[in-house]
């Protein structure tokens, strides 16, 4: 049977793709993913929960073999760091069943410098109507919010807020970032409860769930099949017509066709399915024996992310939370660093009611930071033609200076603020903190794991004075903020080792027009050099979002689908 749409990658995009695409009982649409299935009655409490800590820990959601380099050395002529484990999706509604749950949109700045940069269609007045399409906001009315979308969005009560997160706040306000009522409002400075999208009884709603209801996939036009990965696509010359599935427990290889291919798969796997398939810069391909079918040098460049870095403080048992299922990300800090050629709010803090699911985590409060506005940029590569491999993604962090000089200033002003006298009865310790290998290792879930993280909690209660001796020796390993901000090299050296991401990877099949060499699809997804083969997620964005990358990613998937219906009804003269 030949489909008339086939979507590889059943992600926060693709579930999308195949909700409203198969509104038309004309079309047939089949949807792929290499993951396992998950409804809103098959979602395990961790999935399910506020609290997203355990989610995307669990092996069983995301891809085990992928890893990604995250720094660059001093010269910027080679990475410094070797490659770490990066979480990404492996499941019907991809990052949105297991990420933090965050659901803003980033500047409207952002949307104009994508039309900018070659994305015709794509400025923020084009874009505001899709991100009303997608939500049902809760608390906030007006032209800037939806209230009929498939998406509840919401923000913590006060009540529910922890006392550190109160005291961060209040803080914070006094020394010049007020709070704001809207994190998806007007764009300014200042503090806000963060918006996350949970259902009215505070669970998780992947697109897996809402997109694709009970109602949606009793559609007789709609496929749906988990469990599957792509080996690569197929083509007529340079006419996409389908696609093979690799052999997969007791079913054998599989071909699919259609009569337009929309590849889904995220920034890290859209791109190296195209470059199996033979999409890409022709002397790579050729060096890995791919037969080239279109010469596309932009391929798996530009590959960008959030660069990360954190400042941690000690809870006393007054300030910590008291619901463990709560969500942890309760406000956040939206600032401007003010240096030459970023924009008003480049910077991002969350303020963390908890730096993990475990015991440890509970007792220690955090601002994360990152750079909201990214300069520098990396790149992906096939590191076998075989499918089973993943590719190689190195994202180059910090390799523009001003990334590094802003994650600086991040730090500072971490610092600051929980040292500031305002915070007394609400923090012990602070140290300087990063999402490291040392850190994933430790939250593990396992036995022994859970025997090692009970004891240093128990001793970092107990240790009093000694407490500050037992952080510095046990959890930073000898490092002090003191010592870091005292010491511009220092500093500049703990940022370059123990940056890290947000697991937000963009832009690696970017769109632009086609007189950019770099620009590998159309405003509309489609891939340059090719016919009836599209792009529909993150890799499409020329340029990092000022956001959690979630929300803007479903409002492209919201917005490709309208165009798409929009050329079939011209070819048909509707």
Not at 108 to 123: N, R
Not at 174 to 198: I, L, S
Not at 541 to 550: F, H
Request: hydrophobic fraction near 40%.
């Amino acid at each position: 049977m030949t489909s008339d749409f086939l979507i590889l990658g059943g992600g926060s995009a693709g579930c999308v793709l195949a909700a409203r695409l198969s509104e038309d009982p004309g079309n047939t649409v089949t949807l792929v993913e290499a993951g396992r299935d998950l409804t809103l009655e098959t979602m395990p409490d961790e999935i399910r929960s506020r609290y997203p800590g355990r989610a995307y820990l669990d092996t069983s959601n995301i891809w085990n073999s992928l890893t990604a380099r995250m720094g660059f050395t001093a010269s910027n002529s080679a990475s410094s760091t070797l490659p770490r484990r990066y979480e990404q999706a492996r499941l019907l509604g991809g990052g949105s069943a297991i990420n933090a749950l965050m659901a803003n949109r980033g500047a409207p700045g952002d949307y104009d410098e994508w039309q900018s940069l070659g994305a015709a269609g794509w400025s923020w007045d084009n874009c505001l109507p899709y991100f009303r399409k997608l939500e049902n906001d809760c608390n906030f009315d007006g032209p800037l919010h939806g209230k009929n979308g498939p998406l509840p969005i919401r923000r913590l009560a006060q009540d529910r807020m922890s006392p550190f997160v109160d005291a961060v706040t209040r803080t914070l306000s006094a020394n010049g970032y007020p709070m704001r009522p809207d994190q998806n409002g007007d764009w300014q400075d200042g503090v806000f409860v963060g918006a996350v999208a949970v259902s009215e009884n505070g669970e998780r709603v992947p697109t897996s769930v809402v997109y694709l209801t009970s109602e949606v996939r009793q559609r007789p036009n709609l496929r749906v099949i988990t469990g599957r990965t792509v080996e690569r696509l197929l083509f007529e010359g340079t006419r996409a017509i389908g696609a093979t599935l690799l052999a997969s427990g007791s079913q054998p290889a599989t071909t699919l066709r259609a009569i337009e291919i929309i590849v889904s798969a995220g920034a890290i796997h859209t791109p190296a399915l195209l470059l199996r398939s033979g999409i890409g810069p022709a002397a790579e391909l050729s060096s890995l024996g791919i037969p080239v079918v279109a010469h596309r040098p932009g391929m798996g460049r530009n590959l960008m992310e959030h660069p990360s870095i954190a400042v941690s403080a000690f809870l006393p048992p007054a300030a910590r939370v008291t619901d463990q299922a709560e969500h942890h990300e309760q406000c956040i800090l939206r600032f401007s660093s003010e240096l030459e050629g970023t924009p008003q709010g480049d910077m991002h803090a969350a303020i963390l009611s908890r730096s993990g699911w475990h015991s440890v985590g509970m007792r220690m409060g955090s601002l994360f930071f990152w750079v909201n506005k990214s300069h520098s940029r990396g790149m992906l590569t096939l590191s076998s033609p075989d499918a089973r491999m993943e590719p190689s993604v190195d994202f180059r962090m910090l390799s523009d200076e001003r990334d590094l000089e802003r994650l600086k200033l991040a730090m500072r002003l971490g610092a600051r603020t929980l040292a500031d006298p305002m915070m007394n009865g609400f923090r012990d310790t602070i140290f300087p903190s990063s999402y490291s290998p040392r850190v994933v290792k430790v939250a593990a879930p396992g036995l022994l794991n859970a025997v090692q993280r009970g004891a240093l909690a128990a001793m970092l209660d107990c240790a009093g004075p000694l407490r500050k001796t037992l952080i510095h020796g046990v959890v930073t390993l000898g490092v002090t903020l003191d010592d870091l901000l005292s010491d511009d090299n220092a500093l500049t050296a703990f940022v370059r080792k123990y940056v890290g991401g947000t697991w937000h990877p963009s832009g690696t099949c970017r769109m632009g027009g086609h007189d950019n060499p770099m620009a590998v699809t159309s405003s509309s997804g489609r891939v340059y050099g090719t016919q009836n083969l599209r792009v529909c997620d993150a890799s499409l964005m020329p340029s990092i979002p000022c956001a959690n990358t979630n929300i803007p990613t479903i409002m492209i998937a919201e917005r490709i689908a309208d165009l798409i219906k929009a050329e079939n009804e011209q070819i048909l003269g509707i």
